[in-house]
Nanobody, 119 residues
Framework: QVQLVESGGGLVQAGGSLTLSCAAS????????MGWFRQASGKEREFVAA????????YYLELVRGRFAISRDNAKNTVYLQMNSLKPEDTAVYYC????????????WGQGTQVTVSS
């Protein structure tokens, strides 16, 4: 099994930037396709971005395309989410998740990190 720990969340003004990190332990990160999800208060969790295990292909929620960038460093066992031009509606708890089988469910989840964007 792999354990995932997110960090990098915080309070930022609209238009600002944050970089989230997701550090993996227990197994090598290269065994998993990885994703970022978010859940705003009172809303369901939604997909934000994903990256294949070698980092060749990325996917984005249309709302964040062009503002967010997912990347990974398998040597460091870490996945990143660079978030630029943040908007108040990006406020949420952000989770990273690992997917063992491509196209299958996300099997492993971190505990989440809070991102708050003030207007």
């Amino acid at each position: 099994q792999v354990q995932l720990v997110e960090s990098g969340g915080g309070l930022v003004q609209a238009g600002g930037s944050l970089t989230l990190s997701c550090a993996a332990s227990g197994r090598t990160l290269s065994s998993y396709d990885m994703g970022w999800f978010r859940q705003a208060s009172g809303k369901e969790r939604e997909f934000v971005a994903a990256i294949t295990r070698r980092g060749v292909t990325t996917y984005y929620l249309e709302l964040v395309r062009g503002r967010f960038a997912i990347s990974r460093d398998n040597a460091k066992n870490t996945v990143y989410l660079q978030m630029n031009s943040l908007k108040p509606e990006d406020t949420a708890v952000y989770y990273c998740a690992g997917q063992t089988v491509a196209g299958g469910p996300y099997d492993y989840w971190g505990q989440g990190t809070q991102v708050t964007v003030s207007s």
